[in-house]
């Protein structure tokens, strides 16, 4: 599978976008450009956004292979695409028309290669798609996929370097130039019919689900879906509503509770007034039996309180009289000589 060292290209934090550090205008040397050992990713001088031209310059690039190509800010102007006919090389300099059979190519660009007269035919449409529309660069050459079986073909084989967690190793991908279902054996060099699943593999490419696994045989495609019987889907939805039943019967109780609890508050202060309540009125009950218990007050309706309040109000009058003199305008002489302050009768007089 041609596309498997992209995906571990991408996915290791290894193998990181590889430029170089000059900007626009800087120096630089087309001597430097290179593929990368390993991951065989395109290196120069300049960094993401520049090119080393032929003068030894840094130059913006004139052109881009990816909608959202690397190294750009968001805001920024980006190179444009190339249109219909042309491409854009590793260097990104500027578009160029396709290249016809049998003119060099870039390692892995099957995209740079004049596509045949009968490309909807050849045209490898699934996704391990092995060729572009028909076209395909073996060795650095731009070639037809188009060998059918038993006739000579022609196989690259690259080696990349891939990772799984801490541990490092080699991923050979190899590719030919045979038909739609078919392809290249590495040994006879001659176009064989792909192999369906159960049968025995040394590769990927021998499978026509791009699958050999580690036992020898060919097995089912790495992005065909899973099926499971009714019956699983029968416990999932029983699960699904066991547990929305398990949750609303928790929350109930929980909520049961709760409720339970702030009853029981409710309740226990209302006892707490009413016993405050009736001790107010029992210590009233006892207080008035107190006071109607007292000497004097058998049969009569007033308090104590107000017999004394108004027995030192009516002596005060008298103790008044008899210490200091009155107005002449309060005092009156009686026919007897008794002398009387607004009503109250003093010594000599009747009481």
Request: hydrophobic share 30%; proline share 4%.
């Amino acid at each position: 599978m041609w596309l498997l060292p992209l995906t571990l290209l991408f996915s290791s934090h290894y193998l990181l976008v590889d430029a170089g550090s000059q900007a626009r205008g800087q120096s630089c040397s087309t001597g430097d450009n290179r593929l990368q050992i390993g991951t065989y990713q395109f290196y120069s001088d300049c960094d993401t956004q520049t090119y080393c031209s032929q003068q030894g310059i840094c130059e913006l690039k004139g052109c881009r292979r990816d909608q959202y190509p690397f190294g750009y800010a968001q805001e920024a102007v980006l190179p444009p695409k190339c249109p219909s006919g042309q491409f854009c090389p590793d260097e990104a300099d500027a578009c160029q028309p396709l290249l016809a059979v049998g003119s060099p190519c870039q390692l892995n660009r099957d995209d740079q290669c004049e596509s045949p007269p009968n490309w909807s035919e050849l045209a490898e449409t699934s996704y391990y798609g092995r060729n572009v529309n028909g076209s395909v660069c073996l060795n650095n050459v731009c070639m037809w996929a188009n060998v059918t079986v038993g006739l000579a073909c022609q196989v690259e084989n690259t080696a990349y370097i891939a990772y799984a967690g801490s541990n490092e190793f080699i991923d050979v991908v190899s590719r030919g130039n045979c038909h739609v279902g078919l392809y290249c054996d590495s040994q006879q060099l001659v176009c064989m019919q792909m192999k369906a699943i159960g049968e025995s593999c040394d590769a990927d490419k021998e499978c026509s689900t791009f699958n050999c696994q580690s036992n020898g045989v060919c097995g089912e495609s790495a992005d065909t879906p899973n099926e499971f019987g009714v019956w699983v889907y029968v416990l999932v939805g029983i699960g699904i509503f066991g547990g929305m039943s398990a949750t609303l019967i928790t929350l109930f109780l929980i909520h049961r509770r709760h409720r339970d609890q702030e009853r029981e508050k409710r309740l226990q202060y209302w006892r707490e007034q009413n016993a405050f309540r009736q001790n107010i009125l029992q210590m009233q009950e006892t207080a008035r039996a107190s006071i109607l218990s007292l000497p004097g007050q058998g049969g009569s309706n007033r308090s104590t309180m107000y017999s004394r309040v108004g027995s030192e109000e009516s002596s005060a009058p008298m103790l008044q009289h008899a210490t200091a003199k009155t107005s002449g305008l309060r005092q009156y002489i009686s026919d007897d000589g008794s002398v009387y302050d607004e009503g109250i009768m003093m010594e000599g007089g009747r009481r």
